[in-house]
């Protein structure tokens, strides 16, 4: 398994180094041929993936009855229009959406590539034009690529949680793997923390340990690192799990009772088995690559970590707000799209994009709105465009605002935190008590 790993991370030096090598017009003609592939990715999985409604719409996948596709209606963007044709069957415009989502991912990808790589703009910009930075062109492209495939992934979210009011884990869960993974290959592709050594700006990965970068490599090789990785990872796991906890049940029949229920909800069905094995295939692949130590090992750690923070935020908020009001507050949904994005961008980005989603909801609701006249918009487009938000001013939200926090308040801000979930519990609690006042009179 440690030789398996050594060899997949040797490779994907050696790709990047390729890529670095093709000349600049030739690699934005491949950026928008991928961008095309992805944009059919993403419209393949909104439709394909729905929970509760798949639509047969993908010209990539199974045909409906009746119905002939032909090689032109392949062709991205284009092959939507002569679709038009199945109108009567998927409704009107049907084809305008998939269309502007294959139009505009290349679009978007060729506009992030300049800005992350020709632009340099995840650094500060007063030493953006320093060319000692051209060194780091290995770095920013692992970087660009892990964003390229996380706007995918994000992008088939979105619109299945406008369709749906879910979003499922068979986006989310390989998603979160695949992260680890990344991260694995090389902890390059966490966006950088600018340090100044005897003048000259260097780049950092934003890792697990950012913005004190003061741990040592006993620690990082230390047991207690690679149990708290495999803690991270199993209850991961086990927040997976097809389990039911019953409130209702403990205070009728006893605590002995909803325990036996909540076991047996973990076995009913056969989901298990596969969870079972991706969390040991996973055990197994954390404990190989803490023996392998290195930046392997630094990057998978701040992958889980990322997943931590991320998945974390989200379920803390979404046990708290639906204990207050006594209905469900947010989708676990929610829980595993956080974690998968805080596995490519580590845990300070995601700590910044759920606290920007809730000015990117404001843009949202109001557009979504306008175009269907539906003010109720779910909670995952909100933490994927915070997400985009966060990549597109990391610079600012990271050096001038989170990092410089961090290192004021140190530890204090955990309890800062967990004293703003009892606050937030706490008015939860109020309003509740003010609705139901208000509907008894």
């Known amino acids: 398994m440690v030789s398996m790993v050594e060899v ?44 509760f409604q798949p639509r047969l719409i993908s010209p990539w996948g199974p045909i409906p009855s009746g119905v002939t596709r032909g090689c032109f209606d392949r062709i991205p963007v284009v092959g939507w229009w002569g679709l038009r044709r199945e109108s009567e069957m998927h409704g009107s415009g049907f084809w ?68 749906e009011r879910t979003i499922p884990d068979v986006i989310t869960i390989p998603g979160t793997c695949v992260g680890l993974l990344l991260a694995t290959l090389s902890a390059q592709i966490y966006m950088p923390t600018t340090l100044f050594i005897e003048g000259i700006p260097f780049g950092k990965p934003t890792t697990f340990d950012s913005p004190w970068f003061d741990t040592k490599d006993s620690q990082l090789a ?25 409130p209702a049940l403990r205070r009728r029949r006893g605590v002995a009772r909803a325990v036996k229920h909540f076991v047996d909800g973990l ?24 023996g392998l130590q290195g930046d392997a090992w630094y990057g998978l750690l701040t992958g889980l970590y990322g997943l931590a923070v991320g998945g ?29 994005i805080g596995t490519m961008v580590g845990w300070q980005a995601a700590l910044i994009a759920f606290f920007l989603s809730p000015f990117a909801a404001i843009l949202i609701v109001l557009v979504r709105f306008l175009i269907t006249r539906d003010a109720y918009t779910p909670f995952g487009p909100y933490l994927c465009a915070g997400t985009l938000m966060t990549i597109i001013g990391w610079d600012h939200w990271y050096r001038l605002w989170l990092s410089e926090n961090l290192l004021l308040l140190g530890t204090l801000l955990l309890w800062f935190s967990i004293a703003m979930l009892g606050l937030m519990a706490a008015m939860l609690m109020v309003w509740r008590q003010v609705k139901i006042r208000m509907l008894e009179s």
């Open 8 to 51: 997949v991370i040797g490779n994907g030096e050696i790709v990047l180094d390729l890529w670095t090598e093709i000349p600049l017009a030739a690699q934005q003609i491949l950026i928008i041929l991928i961008g095309l592939f992805g944009g059919a990715l993403a419209n393949y999985g909104i439709y394909r993936f729905a929970y």
């Open 96 to 163: 305008v959406r998939p269309m502007l989502v294959e139009l505009l991912m290349p679009l978007g990808l060729l506009w992030l590539y300049q800005f992350e790589i020709l632009d340099r703009g995840l650094w500060p910009p007063e030493i953006r034009h320093v060319e000692v930075l051209s060194g780091y062109s290995q770095s920013a492209n692992a970087i660009f690529f892990t964003h390229l495939l996380l706007i995918i992934l994000m992008t088939a979210a979105t619109f299945i949680d406008f369709d």
């Open 222 to 246: 230390s047991v207690d690192a690679l149990l708290k990785a495999l803690a991270i990872w199993s209850i991961w796991c086990f927040a997976l799990a097809d389990w039911r906890w019953s």
């Open 267 to 290: 076995f009913h069905y056969g989901y298990w088995k596969i969870l079972f094995a991706i969390w040991l295939f996973g055990a197994v692949g954390v404990v190989s690559v803490w």
């Open 312 to 340: 974390g935020v989200v379920w803390a908020i979404r046990i708290i707000a639906s204990w207050a009001l006594n209905v469900e507050a947010m989708g676990f949904g929610d829980v595993t799209l956080m974690a998968m």
